[in-house]
Nanobody, 124 residues
Framework: QVQLVESGGGLVQAGGSLRLSCAAS????????MGWFRQAPGKEREFVAA????????YYADVVKARFTISIDTAKNTVYLQMNSLKREDAAVYYC?????????????????WGQGTQVTVSS
């Protein structure tokens, strides 16, 4: 079992930055892909970014590429999502997720473990 707890959400002005954290317990990151997804009201949950357990490979949705950075601290068992140049359309509940051994990192169905989510609100 893997337990995931997100933190770092909040209210930020458009153009600002936030850093989300996802603390994992129960297993190490070895063999896992860690992902961030988000869900805005009335919309489906969508892929944002993913990183391999060793941190060697990262993947981004086109809409966040060059603005968001995913990273991993294996010593702290924590995954981060640094979000810069935030836009109003980035507002959503952000979820951390873990997938063991899957290569289809953009597919939410591939993720076995999910956190409870953290709210990001972007004001104009």
């Amino acid at each position: 079992q893997v337990q995931l707890v997100e933190s770092g959400g909040g209210l930020v002005q458009a153009g600002g930055s936030l850093r989300l954290s996802c603390a994992a317990s129960g297993r190490t990151f070895s063999g896992y892909v860690m992902g961030w997804f988000r869900q805005a009201p009335g919309k489906e949950r969508e892929f944002v970014a993913a990183i391999s357990g060793g941190g060697g490979s990262t993947y981004y949705a086109d809409v966040v590429k060059a603005r968001f950075t995913i990273s991993i601290d294996t010593a702290k068992n924590t995954v981060y999502l640094q979000m810069n140049s935030l836009k109003r359309e980035d507002a959503a509940v952000y979820y951390c997720a873990a997938s063991y051994g899957s290569t289809r990192y953009r597919q939410l169905q591939e993720y076995e473990y999910w956190g409870q989510g953290t709210q990001v609100t972007v004001s104009s």
